[in-house]
Structures are given as C-alpha cells and as structure tokens.
C-alpha cells in the first residue's frame, strides 16, 4: 500500500468496532451454552423420567396417578420447551449482530474510508479497486477469529465435557485399594485365631489318646 498510515488508521477502527461487537457476541454465546447445558439436563430428566414410568405403568394405573404423571410429563416438556426457544431466540440475535456488524459497519465502513482517501488526494481513482480489496483481505484476515466465535465457544464447551467425562472414567476405573486393604486386615486375625484354635483341639486329642 502508498499509505500505510491511512491504512493502519483504518484497521484499528475497524478493529475497535470488531472489539465491543466481540464483546457483545461472547456475552449472547455464553448464554446459549449455559442454555444447551440446561436443555441437555432436562432431556436428561426427562428420558429417565418417561422410562421409569413406562416400567411402571401397571403400578402407575393401580394407584390412578396418571394425571399426576401426565402434568409431570407436560411440566418437564413445557421447561425444555422454554429453554429451546430461549436458546433459539438468542442464536437469532447473534446472527442478526453479525449480519448487522459485516453489511452495515465493516463494508460500508471501507468504502468511506475509501472515499475519503480519494477525496483527500492521498490515493487515485485508479487505486479505488486495488484499496478495496487490500482493505476487504485485511479485514478478513483480522477479524477471522470473531467469525468463529461461536465454533470456538462450542468446541471450549465439548472440550471441558470431554475431560470431566475422561476424570469420570479414571476415577471409576482405578481399583479400590483401601478397601482390599481393610478386607485383608480383617481376615487376617480370624485366621490366625482359627489356626490356633485347630492347634489347640489337636493337641487335645493328642493327650487324651495318652
């Protein structure tokens, strides 16, 4: 570029703005992953909730609780229900705040700062094209990250999934050695006591044979 001032002047804005739409971006993407972890709880709840009763449908008829465990049913769908739309509702909002931020900031922003160029004389009307699409590549480049946001917020998500599951399975896994220990202990003196009390009733047999 002939100007690299202009050009590193007309970064850093885009960058500021990049910054607080970021910053409003991550704060709408951890709602929706607190709000997937909720969704996957109560799909939880619910799958076990509906197999214990379908297991038990006899009992449930005998007692006649099938209201009660109609309303149930209806409570727990009305609340996954609540937290799917919620979730919905705010991935919307995210993609409406990118949307808004790449067609009327960043786009209309290069080409002002393009016009403006021009109209100071620090560039030619033969460099307009060369400039826009220096500018647009650069920008790209930039702001790559703030595109994946959301990628990112969910692979940060299924990554801590993925290592409370893994400690899960290490702590399940390793062998109860206390307990083994404790069970040893225990035995231990029980069998010295028999050991000596056959000992002793041999030895009684012995000297009334004398």
């Not at 970064?11 to 971006?25: E, L, P, Q, R, W």
């Not at 149930?72 to 409406?96: C, F, I, P």
Request: charged share 20%; glycine share 6%; net charge neutral.
């Amino acid at each position: 570029l002939g100007h690299p001032v202009a050009s590193l002047a007309g970064m850093a804005i885009a960058v500021a703005f990049d910054a607080a739409k970021a910053k409003a971006v991550a704060t709408i993407t951890n709602q929706i992953e607190s709000l997937n972890r909720e969704s996957r709880r109560l799909s939880s709840i619910r799958s076990r909730v509906e197999a214990h009763d379908s297991q038990h449908a006899g009992l449930l008829r005998g007692a006649r609780a099938e209201a009660f465990t109609r309303s149930h049913w209806k409570a727990l769908t009305m609340q996954l229900q609540d937290v799917n739309g919620r979730t919905r509702s705010l991935e919307g909002l995210r993609m409406w705040i990118r949307w808004l931020f790449w067609q009327d900031v960043v786009l209309p922003g290069v080409e002002c700062w393009i016009a403006f160029l021009l109209e100071q004389g620090h560039i030619g009307a033969a460099e307009v094209l060369v400039y826009t699409r220096a500018f647009d590549d650069a920008i790209d480049a930039v702001l790559m990250r703030s595109k994946a946001e959301a990628e990112l917020a969910r692979l940060v998500s299924d990554a801590h999934r993925l290592q409370l599951l893994h400690a899960a399975l290490a702590e399940s896994s390793e062998p109860p050695l206390s307990g083994m220990l404790e069970l040893r202990t225990s035995v231990s003196p029980t069998s010295a006591g028999s050991g000596a009390s056959s000992a002793g009733s041999a030895a009684r047999g012995a000297t009334r044979e004398l």
